[in-house]
C-alpha cells in the first residue's frame, strides 16, 4: 500500500471513529446517563453495583439514545469541520504542503467529555512568508467562527417547549414549568456554561425567554453546546500565542521582533489568570503542621511546573524561575487584597501544554513583507472574535 493511500485511510478512520465517539458524548451530554453497554461492562468487572435499582437501570442508554447523539456530533464536527479546511484551502492556495485534518477521537464511557480532543492538519512544507503564515492561521477560526454563528442561531432560534427537559429529568415533570423553583434546593455539582459576551447576546436578544433553558440544564440542548464548545475552541485557538493561529495572525500584524517581546507578556498574564487564588495566604494558616506542609508541597509544585513552562521562553533558567515566582507573588498579593477575585483553574493544564509543548516564541520567515490594509482589517476582527468569544470561566461546577 503506497504511503499516501495508507495515510487517507488513517485519517478516515479517525473520522469515523471521531463521528462514533462525538456521538456517544453528545447523548450523555444530552440525557445525563451512560449507555447499556458500558454498565454491563463496568457491573462484569465489579464497578457497578449488581444491585442497582430497576428504575435506574431502565434509564440507560441504548440504539435510540445514540441516535440522538448526532444532533451533537454532526453540528459540531461540522464546525471543527470547516475550521480545519479553512487552513487547508489557503494553504493550498499558497502552494503550501499540507495534509487533510487528522481528527482525534476521545471517549471515556465513565465520564463526561466531548468525544474528541480536536482535529488537526500538518504542514509539510517549510513557509518562508510572514503573510502566508497569516492567511493560513487566519483562515480557519474564521471560517469556523462563521459556521459557529450559524450554530448557535438555529439552537437559540429552534429551542424545544419547556417540557423537553422532561424527557431528561421526568421527576421534574409534576412541577410543569415552574420546576426551577423546587428542584435547585441542593444544585451542588451542577454544571453551568460560563457565559462569553456573544452566548449572552444570544440568550438575550434572540432566544425565545420562554423556552430558555434554566443554566443547570443547557448542556442538555445539543446545539447550544456544540456553539458555545466551538466559541470556546476558537477563543483557545485565537490566543496570540506561539504557533496557535492567533500566535500565526499577531506574528503577521506585528513582525517576529515585537511578537517576542509581546507573547511572553501575554502567556504570563494568561499564566496568573489561570491559577489566581489557587493559593491563598489563609490556607496556611490553619494550625495544623500537616496541613501547612501539605499546602507547602502542592505550592512547590505549582512554582516548578511554571519554571517549566517559562524556561522555554528565556535563554536564562533564572530568569525563568523568576518569573514564576513574581508571578506566584503576585497572585498571592491581589488574592490577599481582593479575595473575591478569582481566576480559571481549568486553564492551567493549556497553560502547561503551551509553555511546556506548544511553545510561545513563532518560527522566523525570511520573507517579512508587511501586510496590507485589508489584512490588518482581519486580523482585528479576528482579535475581537477572541474577545466576544473568550468567556473567563467557561465550566463552572456549583459547589
Not at 81 to 103: D, M
Not at 163 to 179: K, M
Not at 268 to 276: R, S
Not at 383 to 396: D, G
Request: aromatic share 18%; net charge neutral; proline share 5%.
Amino acid at each position: 500500500m503506497q504511503s499516501s493511500t495508507r495515510t487517507y485511510l488513517i485519517q478516515a478512520i479517525l473520522f469515523i471513529v471521531t463521528v462514533i465517539t462525538t456521538t456517544l458524548a453528545g447523548a450523555e451530554w444530552i440525557f445525563g446517563n451512560i449507555f447499556s453497554f458500558v454498565y454491563d461492562f463496568f457491573a462484569f468487572l465489579g464497578g457497578v453495583d449488581a444491585a442497582k435499582s430497576i428504575e435506574a437501570e431502565s434509564r440507560l442508554m441504548g440504539w435510540e439514545q445514540f441516535k440522538q447523539g448526532f444532533h451533537f456530533s454532526i453540528p459540531f464536527l461540522a464546525i471543527l469541520t470547516i475550521h480545519e479546511f479553512g487552513h487547508y484551502f489557503v494553504g493550498r492556495a499558497h502552494q503550501v504542503k499540507v495534509t487533510l485534518p487528522y481528527y482525534v477521537p476521545m471517549w471515556f464511557g465513565f465520564s463526561q467529555s466531548i468525544g474528541t480532543l480536536g482535529a488537526f492538519i500538518r504542514i509539510t512544507s517549510f513557509v518562508k512568508s510572514r503573510l502566508k503564515f497569516f492567511d493560513i492561521g487566519i483562515a480557519g477560526p474564521l471560517a469556523g467562527f462563521v459556521a459557529a454563528l450559524a450554530v448557535l442561531w438555529y439552537g437559540f432560534t429552534h429551542l424545544p417547549p419547556v417540557d423537553y427537559i422532561f424527557t431528561i429529568h421526568p421527576e421534574y415533570a409534576r412541577f410543569g414549568s415552574s420546576y426551577p423553583q423546587f428542584v435547585y434546593e441542593n444544585a451542588s455539582g451542577n454544571l453551568v456554561l460560563g457565559d462569553n459576551i456573544l452566548f449572552w447576546l444570544f440568550k438575550t436578544y434572540v432566544a425565545n425567554p420562554e423556552r430558555l433553558p434554566h443554566p443547570y440544564e443547557m448542556q442538555h440542548y445539543p446545539y447550544l453546546l456544540a456553539g458555545y464548545l466551538a466559541l470556546f475552541f476558537t477563543s483557545l485557538n485565537l490566543i496570540p500565542i506561539g504557533q496557535l493561529d492567533g500566535g500565526h495572525i499577531l506574528y503577521g500584524l506585528i513582525g517576529k521582533k515585537k511578537f517576542d517581546v509581546v507573547a511572553p507578556i501575554l502567556f504570563g498574564l494568561f499564566a496568573f489568570y489561570a491559577g489566581l487564588g489557587l493559593f491563598r495566604a489563609e490556607s496556611f494558616a490553619t494550625g495544623s503542621d500537616a496541613i501547612f506542609y501539605e499546602q507547602l508541597l502542592y505550592l512547590f509544585i505549582y512554582i516548578y511546573l511554571l519554571y517549566i513552562c517559562f524556561k522555554r521562553v528565556f535563554d536564562n533558567l533564572s530568569t525563568a524561575l523568576m518569573c514564576s515566582l513574581i508571578i506566584v507573588v503576585l497572585q498571592f498579593a491581589l488574592s490577599y487584597l481582593r479575595p473575591d477575585l478569582q481566576g480559571s483553574t481549568g486553564f492551567l493544564p493549556f497553560v502547561f501544554i503551551l509553555g511546556r509543548f506548544l511553545g510561545i516564541k513563532h518560527p522566523e520567515t525570511e520573507q517579512n513583507e508587511p501586510l496590507d490594509t485589508p489584512r490588518i482589517i482581519l486580523g482585528i476582527c479576528a482579535l475581537i472574535i477572541f474577545v466576544i468569544s473568550f468567556s473567563p470561566t467557561p465550566f463552572i461546577i456549583v459547589e
